[in-house]
């Protein structure tokens, strides 16, 4: 299958997804599937910097490494719970990530490995199908997927219309077994496959943390299953989690 997906192919996968899902074609269709990244992005290659040297334990309360001013205004004060998504570089599709939780003053770090992102990179202004991850940072508040809820915090979802259509590879068959919603351009407190944009169609939607399969997605932020698993059992609304995401550079602006 080609990789890079032109319009026909495209179209074809749209009606697959359209037949194996139903309404949540378009959802699916935003987060995943093939098209999403390239041979070239399969390696895991480093994504190193200030934050995997910090991951080991404590750091600096008022600070989390490598997110400068901009964005550290962004999160909310009563946020006591952060996913860091490192990007390795503005068209880079690799990233690494942390989770960072506040203890009194202190934020406690737990590296979570190695992800990907959009197969493009990143960008500051995420319109539908430009293959980029949106920056920015933003509340997460609901999960689900194809498995059972492995002891989420956050309300979880089960249902089998997560599942990936079957006319896509069999690497991504996975993907949504389990999900975190992003909340970028979408209502909070709704199911991850919701498919109401606020902002409407041509802002993108349906951008989630869902589990890897080695290459670039659509724009959401893919990891390994024992990483989807943690944070399902770690992210908790009482402490208001958001994700910081974005490539290194960006973030330390």
């Known amino acids: 299958m080609r990789q890079d997906g032109g319009r026909q192919d495209g179209a074809t996968r749209r009606r697959i997804a359209a037949a194996a899902c139903g309404g949540l074609a378009v959802i699916l269709w935003a987060c995943g599937g093939p098209g999403g990244g390239s041979e070239g992005d399969k390696g895991r290659g480093g994504a190193g910097g ?84 949106p920056v920015g940072v933003f509340t997460l508040t609901d999960a689900g997927g194809v498995l059972k809820d492995p002891g989420a915090l956050l309300p ?10 079957r006319g896509w590879a069999k690497s991504y068959w996975h993907d949504f077994d389990y999900v975190i919603a992003i909340n970028y351009n979408r209502r909070p407190g709704t199911p991850p496959n919701d498919p109401i944009r606020p902002q409407g169609q041509s802002k993108g939607g349906g951008i989630w943390l869902h589990l890897d399969h080695g290459s670039g997605t659509s724009a959401c932020v893919s990891l ?10 770690t992210l908790d609304p009482r402490r208001h989690p958001v994700v910081v995401m974005g490539d290194r550079a960006e973030l330390r602006a």
């Open 50 to 133: 200030e934050s995997d040297r910090a991951a080991a334990g404590s750091v600096d309360g008022t600070r989390i490494p490598g997110i400068g001013d901009r964005w550290r205004a962004r999160v909310p004060s009563d946020s006591r719970q952060v996913v860091a998504v490192y990007g390795a570089g503005r068209n880079s599709a690799e990233s690494t990530v942390v989770l960072y939780t506040k203890s009194g003053s202190t934020w406690d770090s737990r590296p979570l490995g190695k992800a990907h992102n959009g197969a493009k990179g990143w960008t500051t202004d995420h319109h539908e199908d430009d293959k980029r991850s």
């Open 156 to 165: 979880y979802d089960r249902s089998p219309g997560y599942q990936a259509p």
């Open 224 to 233: 390994p299953k024992s990483a989807m698993e943690r944070l399902l059992r």
